[in-house]
């Protein structure tokens, strides 16, 4: 019961905590509450990664934890704050418990001195995605230059198409963005959703962390992230051309078309990726034998259910 109330019951009480505080502040307040949040465990889970030594269980499991709190933060702030999707806010309320149970099993493997090797790949993956995503997120500098060439490669392929397309300026706010023009007036504004960042950093990720010969990694990023580049400037094309052209909504073509494309995208390239390097495909199967270990946490389900 115990594990439970930690692992478990802190994340939700920061999930309610948030609710009555820093949502309500200004976005500087908030970033700055949980941005070193974020980087510690972030942090953490590199220096885990990294090290040999006895204490690493003990960084892994304290490098899960205050990412899953970073994100017990988030499903909030998505909603209210972002686009109002309660699709996303849910699945950042599931992921929450799902980072506080690895957290829980790297402080098993540390307790009983165990290697769990689908863990430290995890966390590896995690170190090396985050870190690449997040910098860039959280400096404006970065996000304004990634999501500006983006737009300009849009408006690009645009004019080539033969409409009269251009790429607006760098506006700074709540969220960096880029306003694309259409015949002279507004039709999207670009952020950093919008360049593909997010899953060309998960595949960087992955390939960085997996322990296999270099020459099958390059091929398979080679195979993925310029592809997934692409296939994002297409989406944008895509996004503008329905609303302007085909007169339908942006909800249509962004949150169900474009969506729905991207997810079958990714659900194909991770099938030539496992094709390519099938031992990431046994990382990821292994994560589901975690509960066989059989913890605290787990003999307490099983009296539950008896």
């Known amino acids: 019961m115990k594990h439970a109330l930690f692992f478990f019951g802190i ?30 465990g972030l942090i953490l889970l590199g220096a885990g990664f990294f090290s040999e030594k006895e204490r690493k269980h003990f960084l892994l499991f304290l490098g899960w934890f205050f990412f899953a709190l970073y994100w017990a933060t988030q499903p909030e702030y998505l909603y209210y704050k972002g686009e109002r999707d309660t699709v996303n806010a849910l699945f950042c309320i599931i992921g929450v418990y799902f980072l506080s149970y690895l957290s829980y099993h790297e402080y098993l493997s540390f307790k009983r001195n ?19 995503y997040f ?19 849009t408006a690009f392929i645009m004019r080539s198409m033969g409409y009269a397309v251009e790429a607006g300026t760098i ?35 992955v390939f960085a962390a997996l322990n296999v010969e270099r020459k099958r990694k390059i091929r398979a990023f080679l195979y993925t992230v310029p592809t997934i580049y692409v296939l994002n400037l297409i989406r944008n094309v895509g996004v503008v051309y329905g609303m302007e052209n085909l007169g339908l909504s942006f909800y249509m073509m962004h949150n169900v078309i ?24 046994d990382n990821i199967a292994d994560l589901l034998n975690l509960p066989k270990r059989n913890g605290p946490i ?8 008896r």
């Open 11 to 40: 994340p939700s009480a920061v999930i309610i905590l948030t609710h009555y505080t820093i949502i309500n502040e200004s976005l500087s307040i908030f970033n700055g509450v949980t941005t070193p949040i974020l980087f510690l």
């Open 114 to 132: 165990e290697e769990v090797k689908s863990l430290t790949f995890m966390a590896g993956a995690t170190f090396f995605a985050g870190m690449l």
């Open 135 to 153: 910098t860039v997120l959280k400096i404006e500098f970065l996000s304004g230059w990634l999501i500006k060439l983006v737009a300009e490669q």
């Open 171 to 205: 506006h700074y706010g709540m969220n960096v963005d880029v306003p694309l023009y259409f015949n002279g007036h507004e039709s999207v504004q670009l952020i950093l959703a919008c360049t593909g960042l997010q899953s060309m950093a998960v595949f960087i990720g």
């Open 258 to 281: 474009g969506k729905v494309g991207s997810l079958i995208a990714l659900i194909v390239l991770a099938f030539i990726v496992f094709d390519l390097l099938p031992e990431l495909y």
């Open 298 to 305: 787990e003999r307490g389900i099983k009296k539950l259910i």
